[in-house]
């Protein structure tokens, strides 16, 4: 397992970011609500994936994480500087929390959910996890939690019934109506 923060420090292509996290307890959603901030970067972040280039980091974006309780994964929106949203991104996790300082962390079971907007998905970094397997930094069991878990997320979003897409666009919509 890896452990990763919200607010991606240390993050080196990132010269320049703003974080801000709170909890949210709303009828579809109780948990905890992060805002990264990308305001200057040495170099675009730019991945491929299902045969497009994705820019998924660059000055003026911003990653909105939802951490919800009880829930072994987190969602983010990865948001251009236009406002649209790039990509959905759904880290499964083994647990997550919120450090002493307010940060908030989640234990990375390598296995992510992956959607563009329009609709394409895929469930990717299986064989990371096979590899963590492998050198024991998982157990089984976990394993198998962590593919469960990302065949359901898959299967709520394929069967439009994955309320934390409407949590976050909500989020997004007072985030924008604030600034």
Not at 117 to 132: R, S
Request: aromatic share 10%; net charge negative.
């Amino acid at each position: 397992m890896k452990r990763k923060r919200a607010d991606r420090h240390p993050w080196p292509r990132v010269t320049r970011s703003r974080y801000r996290a709170w909890r949210l307890d709303a009828p579809l959603f109780r948990g905890y609500v992060s805002v990264f901030w990308i305001d200057q970067v040495r170099e675009p972040l730019i991945l491929p994936f299902l045969g497009q280039s994705l820019n998924i980091a660059a000055a003026g974006h911003l990653w909105l994480q939802l951490f919800p309780d009880g829930i072994p994964h987190t969602l983010t929106a990865m948001v251009d500087e236009r406002g649209a949203i790039v990509q959905w991104y759904v880290d499964i996790c083994h647990a997550h929390g919120q450090d002493a300082d307010g940060s908030l962390w989640y234990d990375d079971m390598y296995l992510d959910v992956v959607m563009l907007p329009t609709g394409e998905l895929e469930i990717i970094d299986g064989e990371e996890l096979d590899d963590a397997l492998d050198r024991a930094q998982v157990t089984p069991d976990e394993y198998a939690e962590a593919w469960r878990e990302a065949i359901r997320v898959r299967a709520a979003i394929e069967a439009s019934n994955y309320p934390l897409m409407a949590v976050a666009r909500d989020v997004l919509a007072e985030l924008f109506r604030q600034n």
